[in-house]
Protein backbone atom coordinates (compact mmCIF):
# COMPACT_ATOMS: atom_id res chain seq x y z
CA UNK A 1 0.00 0.00 0.00
CA UNK A 2 1.21 3.55 -1.08
CA UNK A 3 1.46 5.97 2.08
CA UNK A 4 -0.79 8.61 1.46
CA UNK A 5 0.36 11.86 2.54
CA UNK A 6 -1.54 13.49 5.65
CA UNK A 7 -3.86 16.44 3.84
CA UNK A 8 -5.07 17.99 7.89
CA UNK A 9 -3.03 16.81 10.62
CA UNK A 10 -4.83 18.00 14.07
CA UNK A 11 -2.37 17.42 17.55
CA UNK A 12 -3.92 17.35 20.86
CA UNK A 13 -6.52 20.71 20.12
CA UNK A 14 -8.93 22.25 22.40
CA UNK A 15 -10.98 25.26 22.56
CA UNK A 16 -12.42 26.85 25.61
CA UNK A 17 -15.17 28.75 25.10
CA UNK A 18 -15.82 31.90 27.86
CA UNK A 19 -19.58 31.65 29.36
CA UNK A 20 -21.21 33.03 31.82
CA UNK A 21 -21.07 36.30 33.93
CA UNK A 22 -17.94 38.61 32.81
CA UNK A 23 -16.76 35.56 31.11
CA UNK A 24 -15.83 34.01 34.37
CA UNK A 25 -16.71 30.25 33.40
CA UNK A 26 -14.97 28.39 30.56
CA UNK A 27 -16.85 25.69 28.57
CA UNK A 28 -14.43 23.10 26.91
CA UNK A 29 -16.44 22.70 23.30
CA UNK A 30 -13.08 20.50 22.03
CA UNK A 31 -11.11 18.39 24.59
CA UNK A 32 -7.51 17.45 23.38
CA UNK A 33 -8.66 16.12 19.43
CA UNK A 34 -5.79 14.33 17.94
CA UNK A 35 -6.29 12.91 14.29
CA UNK A 36 -4.94 12.68 10.56
CA UNK A 37 -6.67 12.46 8.13
CA UNK A 38 -5.01 10.99 4.22
CA UNK A 39 -5.06 12.15 0.78
CA UNK A 40 -7.87 10.76 -1.11
CA UNK A 41 -10.16 10.16 1.95
CA UNK A 42 -13.89 10.92 3.04
CA UNK A 43 -13.45 11.57 6.31
CA UNK A 44 -16.75 12.20 8.47
CA UNK A 45 -16.69 13.87 11.91
CA UNK A 46 -19.76 12.81 13.65
CA UNK A 47 -21.25 13.44 17.02
CA UNK A 48 -24.90 15.18 18.24
CA UNK A 49 -25.66 18.71 18.14
CA UNK A 50 -23.00 20.42 20.19
CA UNK A 51 -20.63 17.38 20.46
CA UNK A 52 -17.93 20.36 18.97
CA UNK A 53 -17.86 19.79 15.31
CA UNK A 54 -18.48 23.09 14.47
CA UNK A 55 -15.65 24.23 17.01
CA UNK A 56 -13.58 22.01 15.35
CA UNK A 57 -13.53 22.72 11.82
CA UNK A 58 -13.27 26.86 12.95
CA UNK A 59 -10.10 25.65 14.15
CA UNK A 60 -9.18 23.65 11.14
CA UNK A 61 -9.69 27.23 9.22
CA UNK A 62 -8.56 29.29 11.56
CA UNK A 63 -11.83 31.28 11.79
CA UNK A 64 -11.24 30.68 15.59
CA UNK A 65 -8.34 30.64 17.99
CA UNK A 66 -7.24 27.37 20.05
CA UNK A 67 -7.03 27.10 23.32
CA UNK A 68 -4.16 24.80 23.49
CA UNK A 69 -3.13 22.37 19.96
CA UNK A 70 -1.84 22.63 16.65
CA UNK A 71 -3.60 22.38 13.24
CA UNK A 72 -1.67 21.72 9.98
CA UNK A 73 -3.00 21.67 6.52
CA UNK A 74 -1.21 20.71 3.32
CA UNK A 75 1.36 20.86 6.02
CA UNK A 76 1.38 24.58 6.70
CA UNK A 77 -0.43 26.51 8.59
CA UNK A 78 -4.49 27.23 8.29
CA UNK A 79 -3.65 30.67 7.87
CA UNK A 80 -1.03 30.56 4.83
CA UNK A 81 -2.25 31.79 1.34
CA UNK A 82 -0.81 28.77 -0.51
CA UNK A 83 -3.86 27.08 2.25
CA UNK A 84 -5.97 28.68 1.34
CA UNK A 85 -6.22 28.15 -2.48
CA UNK A 86 -6.60 24.66 -2.21
CA UNK A 87 -9.27 24.56 0.22
CA UNK A 88 -13.12 24.75 -0.31
CA UNK A 89 -15.50 25.39 2.70
CA UNK A 90 -19.12 24.92 3.22
CA UNK A 91 -20.45 26.52 6.37
CA UNK A 92 -22.79 25.24 8.56
CA UNK A 93 -25.34 28.08 7.56
CA UNK A 94 -23.95 29.69 4.25
CA UNK A 95 -24.47 33.31 4.09
CA UNK A 96 -25.63 34.15 0.68
CA UNK A 97 -26.98 38.08 -0.16
CA UNK A 98 -30.33 37.42 -1.22
CA UNK A 99 -30.71 40.22 -3.94
CA UNK A 100 -27.60 38.35 -6.10
CA UNK A 101 -28.06 35.93 -8.49
CA UNK A 102 -26.47 32.26 -7.97
CA UNK A 103 -24.39 33.60 -10.86
CA UNK A 104 -23.64 36.82 -9.80
CA UNK A 105 -22.43 35.23 -6.19
CA UNK A 106 -20.14 32.92 -8.07
CA UNK A 107 -18.60 35.16 -9.95
CA UNK A 108 -18.05 37.49 -7.11
CA UNK A 109 -16.35 34.66 -5.17
CA UNK A 110 -14.13 33.86 -8.46
CA UNK A 111 -13.07 37.37 -8.24
CA UNK A 112 -11.93 37.04 -4.33
CA UNK A 113 -9.92 34.01 -5.95
CA UNK A 114 -8.31 36.10 -8.24
CA UNK A 115 -9.48 34.15 -11.58
CA UNK A 116 -9.92 35.84 -14.57
CA UNK A 117 -13.69 36.73 -16.79
CA UNK A 118 -13.33 34.45 -18.61
CA UNK A 119 -11.95 31.82 -15.98
CA UNK A 120 -14.71 33.35 -14.19
CA UNK A 121 -17.27 32.09 -16.61
CA UNK A 122 -16.69 28.91 -17.23
CA UNK A 123 -15.72 28.01 -14.14
CA UNK A 124 -19.06 29.41 -12.80
CA UNK A 125 -21.17 27.60 -16.00
CA UNK A 126 -19.03 24.25 -14.30
CA UNK A 127 -19.65 24.19 -11.12
CA UNK A 128 -23.69 25.32 -11.45
CA UNK A 129 -23.75 22.37 -13.89
CA UNK A 130 -22.14 20.21 -11.21
CA UNK A 131 -24.66 20.34 -8.72
CA UNK A 132 -27.29 20.69 -11.07
CA UNK A 133 -28.52 23.94 -11.49
CA UNK A 134 -29.99 25.29 -14.33
CA UNK A 135 -29.58 28.38 -16.09
CA UNK A 136 -33.60 29.27 -15.33
CA UNK A 137 -32.11 29.11 -11.54
CA UNK A 138 -28.95 30.46 -11.75
CA UNK A 139 -30.47 33.90 -12.72
CA UNK A 140 -32.82 34.39 -10.62
CA UNK A 141 -32.37 36.24 -6.97
CA UNK A 142 -31.33 34.18 -4.24
CA UNK A 143 -34.49 35.02 -2.26
CA UNK A 144 -36.65 33.28 -5.11
CA UNK A 145 -34.71 29.81 -4.42
CA UNK A 146 -35.69 26.85 -2.35
CA UNK A 147 -34.28 25.34 0.06
CA UNK A 148 -32.35 22.81 -2.05
CA UNK A 149 -31.13 25.15 -4.84
CA UNK A 150 -29.51 27.35 -1.86
CA UNK A 151 -28.09 24.05 -0.87
CA UNK A 152 -26.62 23.55 -4.11
CA UNK A 153 -25.53 27.16 -4.48
CA UNK A 154 -23.79 26.42 -1.19
CA UNK A 155 -21.72 23.45 -2.79
CA UNK A 156 -20.77 25.10 -6.01
CA UNK A 157 -19.06 27.97 -4.37
CA UNK A 158 -17.12 25.75 -2.05
CA UNK A 159 -16.61 23.96 -5.31
CA UNK A 160 -15.74 26.72 -7.25
CA UNK A 161 -11.56 27.05 -7.57
CA UNK A 162 -11.23 23.27 -7.83
CA UNK A 163 -9.80 23.55 -4.38
CA UNK A 164 -7.95 19.61 -3.55
CA UNK A 165 -9.69 20.22 -0.08
CA UNK A 166 -13.54 20.64 0.90
CA UNK A 167 -14.38 20.91 4.35
CA UNK A 168 -18.10 20.61 4.60
CA UNK A 169 -19.92 21.67 7.71
CA UNK A 170 -23.40 19.27 7.83
CA UNK A 171 -23.42 19.02 4.36
CA UNK A 172 -26.44 16.78 4.58
CA UNK A 173 -27.93 19.44 7.25
CA UNK A 174 -32.08 20.49 5.81
CA UNK A 175 -32.25 17.95 3.35
CA UNK A 176 -34.55 15.81 2.43
CA UNK A 177 -33.73 12.01 1.75
CA UNK A 178 -33.26 12.30 -2.25
CA UNK A 179 -31.27 15.43 -1.46
CA UNK A 180 -28.89 13.76 1.08
CA UNK A 181 -28.32 10.53 -1.23
CA UNK A 182 -27.84 13.50 -4.48
CA UNK A 183 -24.93 15.23 -2.00
CA UNK A 184 -23.83 11.38 -1.42
CA UNK A 185 -23.45 10.68 -4.70
CA UNK A 186 -21.55 14.18 -5.73
CA UNK A 187 -18.85 13.57 -2.91
CA UNK A 188 -18.19 9.87 -4.09
CA UNK A 189 -17.63 11.19 -7.69
CA UNK A 190 -15.46 14.36 -5.76
CA UNK A 191 -13.17 11.93 -4.42
CA UNK A 192 -12.89 10.01 -7.53
CA UNK A 193 -11.46 13.09 -9.17
CA UNK A 194 -9.03 13.03 -6.16
CA UNK A 195 -10.36 15.39 -3.69
CA UNK A 196 -10.11 14.98 0.23
CA UNK A 197 -13.25 15.68 1.56
CA UNK A 198 -13.47 16.42 5.88
CA UNK A 199 -17.04 16.83 6.70
CA UNK A 200 -18.91 16.69 9.88
CA UNK A 201 -22.19 15.31 10.54
CA UNK A 202 -25.00 14.06 13.17
CA UNK A 203 -26.34 11.76 10.99
CA UNK A 204 -24.00 8.51 11.56
CA UNK A 205 -25.84 5.99 9.22
CA UNK A 206 -25.38 8.72 6.32
CA UNK A 207 -21.87 8.83 7.27
CA UNK A 208 -21.59 5.47 7.05
CA UNK A 209 -22.27 4.68 3.80
CA UNK A 210 -19.43 6.90 2.13
CA UNK A 211 -16.71 7.80 4.67
CA UNK A 212 -13.61 5.86 4.54
CA UNK A 213 -13.05 6.89 8.05
CA UNK A 214 -14.72 8.64 10.65
CA UNK A 215 -13.88 10.01 14.20
CA UNK A 216 -17.06 10.14 16.48
CA UNK A 217 -17.16 13.29 18.95
CA UNK A 218 -18.97 13.21 21.86
CA UNK A 219 -19.00 16.51 24.54
CA UNK A 220 -15.52 17.40 22.51
CA UNK A 221 -13.45 14.63 23.05
CA UNK A 222 -13.15 11.60 20.52
CA UNK A 223 -14.20 8.49 21.57
CA UNK A 224 -13.15 6.60 18.35
CA UNK A 225 -11.70 6.86 15.13
CA UNK A 226 -11.44 3.82 11.94
CA UNK A 227 -12.88 2.86 9.35
CA UNK A 228 -17.11 1.94 9.79
CA UNK A 229 -16.21 -1.69 8.71
CA UNK A 230 -13.38 -1.49 11.50
CA UNK A 231 -15.36 -0.40 14.15
CA UNK A 232 -18.95 -1.82 13.54
CA UNK A 233 -18.66 -5.01 11.14
CA UNK A 234 -21.67 -5.20 9.67
CA UNK A 235 -22.45 -8.65 10.75
CA UNK A 236 -24.38 -8.60 14.04
CA UNK A 237 -28.42 -8.17 12.87
CA UNK A 238 -29.41 -5.14 15.25
CA UNK A 239 -33.24 -4.07 15.71
CA UNK A 240 -35.73 -3.44 13.05
CA UNK A 241 -38.58 -1.75 11.96
CA UNK A 242 -41.08 -3.66 9.87
CA UNK A 243 -43.99 -2.08 8.25
CA UNK A 244 -46.72 -4.59 6.81
CA UNK A 245 -50.19 -4.56 5.91
CA UNK A 246 -52.98 -7.34 6.28
CA UNK A 247 -52.24 -8.78 9.51
CA UNK A 248 -54.38 -11.08 11.49
CA UNK A 249 -55.03 -10.13 15.48
CA UNK A 250 -53.40 -14.03 16.06
CA UNK A 251 -50.57 -12.71 14.05
CA UNK A 252 -50.12 -9.56 15.96
CA UNK A 253 -50.42 -11.67 19.50
CA UNK A 254 -47.44 -14.20 17.64
CA UNK A 255 -45.33 -11.35 17.30
CA UNK A 256 -46.06 -9.64 20.80
CA UNK A 257 -44.99 -12.91 22.76
CA UNK A 258 -42.00 -13.27 20.61
CA UNK A 259 -40.79 -10.02 21.94
CA UNK A 260 -41.99 -7.74 18.81
CA UNK A 261 -43.79 -4.56 19.76
CA UNK A 262 -46.69 -4.09 17.58
CA UNK A 263 -48.76 -0.76 16.70
CA UNK A 264 -51.29 -0.90 14.29
CA UNK A 265 -53.18 2.04 12.51
CA UNK A 266 -56.02 1.52 10.38
CA UNK A 267 -54.41 0.28 7.35
CA UNK A 268 -50.18 0.10 8.66
CA UNK A 269 -49.05 -2.10 11.25
CA UNK A 270 -45.59 -0.89 12.31
CA UNK A 271 -43.54 -3.90 13.98
CA UNK A 272 -40.35 -3.08 15.98
CA UNK A 273 -38.34 -6.33 15.98
CA UNK A 274 -35.58 -7.18 18.56
CA UNK A 275 -32.01 -7.41 17.78
CA UNK A 276 -30.43 -10.79 16.82
CA UNK A 277 -32.13 -13.03 14.28
CA UNK A 278 -35.52 -12.49 15.57
CA UNK A 279 -36.27 -9.53 13.14
CA UNK A 280 -35.51 -11.49 10.06
CA UNK A 281 -37.78 -14.65 11.35
CA UNK A 282 -40.36 -12.13 12.11
CA UNK A 283 -40.90 -11.07 8.21
CA UNK A 284 -40.69 -14.91 7.30
CA UNK A 285 -43.64 -15.33 9.99
CA UNK A 286 -45.61 -11.82 8.45
CA UNK A 287 -45.27 -13.60 4.77
CA UNK A 288 -45.97 -17.11 5.88
CA UNK A 289 -49.28 -15.88 8.01
CA UNK A 290 -50.80 -14.31 4.94
CA UNK A 291 -49.84 -10.54 5.54
CA UNK A 292 -47.54 -8.77 3.10
CA UNK A 293 -44.32 -6.91 4.25
CA UNK A 294 -44.25 -2.92 2.94
CA UNK A 295 -40.79 -2.00 4.86
CA UNK A 296 -38.11 -3.50 6.65
CA UNK A 297 -35.52 -0.80 7.82
CA UNK A 298 -32.70 -1.50 10.38
CA UNK A 299 -33.74 0.73 13.93
CA UNK A 300 -29.96 1.83 14.29
CA UNK A 301 -26.75 1.21 11.93
CA UNK A 302 -24.01 -0.94 12.93
CA UNK A 303 -22.13 2.36 13.39
CA UNK A 304 -24.68 4.21 15.22
CA UNK A 305 -25.12 1.09 17.78
CA UNK A 306 -21.24 1.44 18.04
CA UNK A 307 -21.57 4.87 18.73
CA UNK A 308 -23.86 4.57 21.23
CA UNK A 309 -22.12 1.67 23.18
CA UNK A 310 -18.75 3.91 22.95
CA UNK A 311 -21.14 6.51 24.59
CA UNK A 312 -22.30 4.45 27.55
CA UNK A 313 -18.31 2.95 27.68
CA UNK A 314 -16.91 6.67 28.12
CA UNK A 315 -19.12 6.82 30.99
CA UNK A 316 -21.46 9.96 29.95
CA UNK A 317 -25.00 9.49 28.86
CA UNK A 318 -25.65 10.37 25.65
CA UNK A 319 -26.40 14.04 24.91
N1 LIG B 1 -18.96 31.15 20.35
C1 LIG B 1 -19.29 30.33 21.35
N2 LIG B 1 -19.25 30.73 22.65
C2 LIG B 1 -19.55 29.89 23.66
N3 LIG B 1 -19.88 28.59 23.50
C3 LIG B 1 -19.94 28.12 22.23
C4 LIG B 1 -19.65 28.96 21.11
N4 LIG B 1 -19.79 28.21 19.98
C5 LIG B 1 -20.15 26.97 20.40
N5 LIG B 1 -20.24 26.90 21.74
C6 LIG B 1 -20.57 25.72 22.54
O1 LIG B 1 -19.60 24.71 22.27
C7 LIG B 1 -20.22 23.44 22.17
C8 LIG B 1 -19.92 22.83 20.82
O2 LIG B 1 -20.61 23.56 19.82
P1 LIG B 1 -20.43 23.23 18.28
O3 LIG B 1 -18.99 23.13 17.96
O4 LIG B 1 -21.24 24.23 17.51
O5 LIG B 1 -21.11 21.78 18.19
P2 LIG B 1 -21.67 20.96 16.95
O6 LIG B 1 -21.24 21.63 15.68
O7 LIG B 1 -21.09 19.59 17.12
O8 LIG B 1 -23.16 20.95 17.09
C9 LIG B 1 -21.69 23.65 22.44
O9 LIG B 1 -21.92 23.37 23.80
C10 LIG B 1 -21.90 25.12 22.15
O10 LIG B 1 -22.95 25.66 22.91
MG1 LIG C 1 -22.33 22.31 14.09
Redesign the pocket.
Known amino acids: MSARSAIIVVENLT?D???GWLAHRR?R??DRLTLEVKEGEIFGLL????????????LLLRL?RPTSGTVRLFGRLPEDRLVRAQLGFLP?HPYLPEALTARELLDYFGRLFGLSRSDRSARVALVLHQVGIPASVADRPLRQLSRGELARVGFAQALLHNPKLLIL??PFGGLDPEGRRQVRDWLLRWREEGKTIFL?T?LVAEAEIICDRVAL?HR?RLLACGSPAELAPPTAQGAVEILARDLAPQTRESLRARGCDVRADRTLVRICAPASAEGWEAVDFIRRSGGHVIAVNPLRSPLERFFEDAVTASGASPA
Open positions: KYASHAVGPNGAGKTTTIKIEDDSPLG
